[in-house]
């Protein structure tokens, strides 16, 4: 595929019941519209680096002081023009972050993509605003 990705492909995604499993974080699992943001986009590290701080206690430790974070929670890169970007989560709109994370250089296609994370009591679900 050599189109670039654009926020337009992402929005084709309306949800589904396919899912896939992270290979490191066993209780995360995404859709085909992150499979194919992290596919078209060069961005299986956004993925990694999700699920590691949702297996890795960031989000339990966000969450004994916002029991929100441990059932839904919202993360957003943003890609500068210098290709220096910055991952967050937040638990909702108008808060603070409880997960920043500098990236120093990146080749993702996008000025910012969304992703959100919801958990079903079992598995922690990765997948685009589009397919909620």
Same mark, same amino acid.
């Given at each position: 595929m050599d189109t670039p990705l654009t926020h337009a492909d992402l929005c084709q995604f309306t949800g589904d019941l396919e899912r896939f499993r992270h290979p490191l974080a066993r209780g995360v699992i995404y859709t085909p519209g992150i499979r194919y943001l992290a596919s078209r986009g060069g961005a299986y590290w956004l993925i990694d680096e999700i699920a590691l701080a949702i297996a890795g206690g960031d989000v339990a430790k966000a969450g004994r002081t916002d029991e929100r974070v441990l059932s839904l929670h919202f993360w957003r890169?943003?890609?500068?023009?210098?290709?220096?970007?910055?991952? =967050?989560?937040?638990?909702?709109?108008?808060?603070?972050?409880?997960? =920043?994370?500098?990236?120093?250089?990146?080749?993702?296609?996008?000025?910012?993509?969304?992703?959100?994370?919801g958990y079903d009591g079992r598995y922690w679900t990765l997948y685009l605003p589009s397919e909620h």
């Open positions: 890169l943003e890609v500068r023009e210098d290709r220096s970007a910055t991952l =967050t989560a937040r638990a909702d709109d108008g808060v603070p972050p409880f997960v =920043t994370r500098h990236v120093p250089w990146t080749d993702f296609p996008l000025d910012h993509v969304d992703v959100w994370a």
